[in-house]
């Protein structure tokens, strides 16, 4: 049993891409307040399609493990700031949660976009996002392949950040969020939903690591 978090597949090398031309593009056009980027984990519900992995272990002789994990990468730029104490912001990330079984495997992602509002207390931040997600699924094995569909959801979060330079900071954050996607679609137009829960749920705990610069002055002391 392989845990496999090195492929995020096309779509998340496209959004890796993406995120580039994001932040260089919106931060030269925009205010410029500051720019960051992180690697994230996450801990992520999946009740409904760890049903169907159980079942199918069941069913066969395939030893594929339940999704639990979630990995990705985030990148966000600020427009706005509140008062000279926080910030608004808008931002991309994805998350992927894969396992891979010699006869089969089993791959979720998330997509999507998110505004966040964050309060600065000397180097502690405190911080509400909206997100917006497009997820997809592939289970081939359990007949779920090229399925899609979106999320609305909530995060909040607390970080500590660490100055490196007067322009560069490195912080960590902790928190929780909330990403379900009630319904996916194939690529056929049928529709499918959870038995009571959520068809796919990227919902959990999560931190995260990364690096932010401060293209104007902002004093969190």
Excluded at 100 to 114: T, Y
């Amino acid at each position: 049993m392989v845990l496999d978090v090195g492929k995020g597949g096309l779509e998340m090398h496209r959004l890796i891409g993406l995120m580039i031309v994001f932040v260089v593009g919106i931060g030269l056009t925009a205010c410029g307040l500051s720019l960051s980027g992180d690697f994230q984990a996450a801990l992520v519900s999946m009740e409904h399609i760890n049903g169907v992995i159980g079942d199918l272990v069941e069913a066969t002789d395939v030893d594929l493990q339940p999704l639990s994990v979630g990995f990705g990468f985030g990148a966000a730029v600020s427009l706005l700031e509140l008062a000279r104490i926080g910030t608004l912001s808008v931002g991309l990330e994805g998350l992927v949660a894969r396992q891979v079984d010699r006869d089969a495997s089993v791959e979720a992602s998330s997509l999507g976009a998110f505004t966040r509002a964050e309060l600065a207390r000397g180097r502690f931040r405190f911080a509400i996002d909206l997100l917006l997600a497009r997820g997809s699924l592939d289970f081939a094995s359990a007949r779920l392949a090229h399925l899609a569909g979106w999320s609305l959801g909530a995060r909040a979060c607390v970080g500590y950040t660490l100055p490196i330079t007067k322009a560069l900071l490195v912080g960590v954050r902790l928190g929780y969020r909330m990403s379900p996607f009630h319904e996916m679609v194939d690529r056929s137009g049928q529709t499918y939903r959870g038995r009571g829960t959520p068809f796919m749920d990227f919902s959990g705990v999560s931190a995260s690591i990364g690096v932010e610069w401060m293209a104007s002055e902002r004093s969190d002391e």
